[in-house]
């Protein structure tokens, strides 16, 4: 045998004892993961937000999508959601094409995996659900919708039934009909928008999914809760349906400049806030649909803004699918606490464009004016900025650390760009006269680039016909507004020689 070989019999009981030992600790792992099983998936979680405050047709509002863009920074930073998992519309990108294919979109992708968990929430004008008497299919007003068209007469025309409808608006039995076909275990509706509390909308869900509806008391005698009583004893459906409106079917909802948001989105703000600052920041709290709306109701009534209370206003309205008891203990969302038991602090310089907003911390107003100086606990802080001038509010969101020091400079203001048309090329466009604010601007290329963010009165005049519009100018989102232009051709009074056409817009 030559040194340093190993003869070959050996090498074979080697090689065997290897693979005894091997196949040994794979079957003691396969073991162990059978007793001890681990779930690496994640939670399959999903959500639509919708906020509009620019119209196209339709008057404005000031905190429509600040309300939807503060529950995308609550969602991303305190609840574990990905950016990916949230659709955001807001103002312009909120078309009807574009709210549709979100939603149809959503719905496929749960045919290929039912989801676990779908909050869906719109901010933004709504409709009544009857129309000069006459039931209305109409609900909610996407960036585009309009009730007085371009000639100038309503948008609104019947259908067959005495329905009345307006195709420019979200359908009500369009959104039923996709949200019963979307599989997930839990759907959050959130509508903070007039009329949202619709019985004929939750009616028609409930009937969708098998259901019929009777206006009823939760447990322990909730206000607004709608009841769902099955028709059959039959398990019709499976999902659990949160519907939460911030009005019954005849009140508009609110939105308050002094709480800077709309009543039912500051409420559920508020709430989740107070809730992380009781929870441990090394911990997690689960909100649950009947504790948001019980809270919110607390708030309702206790919130007065100029010595009146909210629920004097509208309030708030739960339809619970299944039953009000069924979804007793289905999750809102849940969140990451920020009560910390040690206090470290750093420290963040805020400055703004315009200056002296007004400067809130998660929610609470720190006294303070932009630019300034503020101390904050250690973790991630909402900063909000408050144009009172033009009732315009903006969030952020920052990450405290121990001994640092940050600066941060929000720009507050945005674009407009006002522009005529004609469908008759052979018109003159006239010269526009453009006023924001009562306040003439240069009449040669109406494009206004530092108008300060919020709301702004915008007057148009042309050869002394006038048009007054409200508008809502957001830093990231531009504002084009054009106007079509009519000539007509007058019918001239006896010996009257002149031959000036007549414009309208």
Not at 71 to 95: F, P, R, W
Not at 181 to 191: N, R, T
Not at 462 to 481: A, D, G
Request: hydrophobic share 40%; net charge neutral; charged share 20%.
């Amino acid at each position: 045998m030559v040194a340093g070989t190993i003869p070959r019999t050996i090498r074979k009981q080697r090689l065997k004892m290897m693979k005894i030992i091997s196949t040994y600790f794979f079957l003691l792992i396969i073991g162990l993961f059978c007793l001890c099983p681990i779930s690496f998936a994640q939670n399959n979680n999903k959500a639509i937000l919708i906020g509009i405050s620019q119209y196209d047709k339709i008057g404005g509002l000031a905190f429509a999508d600040e309300d939807v863009r503060m529950l995308h920074t609550m969602l991303t930073n305190y609840a574990g959601y990905n950016s990916a998992d949230i659709v955001m519309l807001l103002n312009q990108e909120a078309t009807k094409q574009r709210i549709m294919k979100a939603i149809k979109d959503i719905v496929r992708q749960s045919h290929k995996e039912p989801l676990d968990h779908v909050i869906f929430m719109f901010a933004g004008h709504g409709l009544p659900p009857n129309i000069k008497s006459n039931t209305s299919n109409a609900f909610l007003a996407p960036f585009d919708a309009q009730i007085i068209d371009d000639n100038g007469k309503s948008a609104f025309f019947k259908e067959s039934g005495g329905l009345v409808n307006n195709e420019t608006f979200i359908n009500k039995a369009w959104l039923i009909k996709q949200l019963s076909d979307l599989q997930a275990k839990e759907i959050v509706l959130i509508l903070d928008s007039c009329y949202s509390g619709a019985k004929n909308f939750g009616a028609l869900f409930a009937d969708n999914l098998g259901f019929n509806v009777e206006l009823g008391e939760g447990s322990g005698g909730q206000r607004g809760v709608v009841i769902m009583q099955r028709k059959t004893t039959d398990d019709l459906s499976q999902t659990r349906i949160a519907f939460l409106a911030s009005s019954n079917e005849n009140q508009p909802s609110a939105e308050y400049s002094e709480l800077k948001h709309g009543a039912l989105s500051y409420c559920i703000f508020e709430y989740i806030n107070t809730v992380r600052k009781n929870t441990d920041d090394s911990g997690k709290s689960e909100i649950t649909v009947t504790g948001m709306y019980t809270n919110v109701t607390k708030l309702f009534d206790q919130v007065k803004v100029e010595g009146v209370s909210l629920s004097s206003r509208h309030q708030p309205v739960l339809f619970a699918i299944p039953s009000y008891d069924t979804i007793s203990g289905m999750k809102f969302v849940s969140v990451n606490g920020n009560k910390k038991p040690v206090i470290k602090t750093g420290t963040i310089e805020i400055s703004s464009d315009p200056e002296n907003a007004e400067v809130s911390v998660d929610g609470v107003p720190t006294g303070q004016l932009s630019n300034c100086l503020l101390e904050l606990t250690e973790g991630r802080h909402m900063i909000s900025l408050f144009l009172p001038g033009t009732n315009y509010m903006h969030s952020v969101m920052v990450d405290i650390r121990e001994g640092q020091h940050k600066r941060t400079k929000i720009v507050l203001r945005g674009s407009l760009l006002v522009e005529s048309f004609s469908d008759n090329p052979s018109i003159n466009l006239p010269q526009l006269k453009v006023f924001i604010d009562d306040m003439e601007v240069e009449s040669s290329g109406q494009h206004m680039k530092k108008l300060i963010a919020g709301t702004h009165s915008l007057k148009v005049l042309v050869e002394n016909v006038e048009k007054i519009r409200q508008i809502e100018i957001r830093p990231e989102s531009p504002l084009l507004v054009r106007y079509k232009i009519i000539r007509e051709d007058p019918k001239p009074p006896p010996n009257n020689n002149n031959d000036a056409d007549l414009v309208s817009f």
